[in-house]
């Protein structure tokens, strides 16, 4: 569903405490309702500054504007936290539980070998990103998956492929339960997945269905 100008914070599909012991509640309030709730507010300032209230989001993290370098830069970074988050926080879930026996999954060891080979080269690409960034699984439509990386709050190309799956590599996220260990807030992620949303997705992505 495309979303418009002004753009809300999109509430938690879970409490605080919900994700506990994996992420304590002050990480996650300090997450979602002061640095996700910044870059609501920040986006929509800049909406308003620069005319662009008519813009979706979706536009707004894919059009290029003609805005000054820097007027532009903090456009992108605002939208693309938005997007970005809004997307990871609805694919988490309070209930832990090894991945279902389904389309995306059946994708996913046909093309990784095994969840296993899937989740540590996700860790790898998590370890690989020089300062914040995003890990992503993407799908091409019918023509398969691949995972990617992002840096700061830059956003796949949403034109070519679909988010499946997103993990948060900002240090907010994971430094306060997590420190530096990369490895395990990957576990701690990929243990915290919602496979019915991921599901969704790559079955939009296969319908040729936009998401977000």
Not at 12 to 31: E, F, K, Q, V
Not at 39 to 54: C, G, I, K, P, S
Not at 131 to 137: E, H, N, P, Q, R
Not at 201 to 210: E, H, P, Q, T, V
Request: hydrophobic share 40%; proline share 5%.
């Amino acid at each position: 569903m495309e979303q418009y100008f002004p753009f809300q914070l999109s509430p938690l599909p879970y409490g605080y405490i919900s994700l506990m012991p994996y992420c304590d509640a002050n990480t996650l309030y300090y997450h979602h309702d002061q640095y996700n709730a910044d870059a609501v507010y920040e986006l929509n300032q800049l909406a308003v500054r620069h005319r662009l209230t008519d813009r979706s989001l979706r536009q707004l993290v894919m059009e290029d504007y003609n805005l000054p370098t820097a007027q532009l830069n903090r456009l992108k970074n605002a939208a693309g936290a938005v997007y970005n988050h809004q997307t990871f926080f609805e694919g988490i879930a309070c209930k832990a539980g090894s991945p279902p026996d389904n389309r995306l999954t059946e994708e996913i060891i046909s093309t990784y070998g095994s969840m296993a080979q899937f989740q540590q080269l996700l860790t790898e690409a998590a370890q690989g990103l020089i300062g914040s960034g995003w890990v992503w699984l993407a799908a091409e439509g019918n023509r398969g998956i691949h995972i990617a990386t992002t840096e700061n709050n830059k956003i796949l190309p949403l034109d070519a492929v679909t988010p499946v799956l997103i993990l948060d590599m900002w240090e907010h996220a994971y430094l306060p339960v997590q420190h530096f260990d990369k490895a395990a807030y990957v576990d701690t992620w990929f243990s915290l997945i919602d496979w019915d949303v991921a599901e969704q997705r790559y079955l939009d992505a296969l319908s040729g269905k936009a998401v977000g």
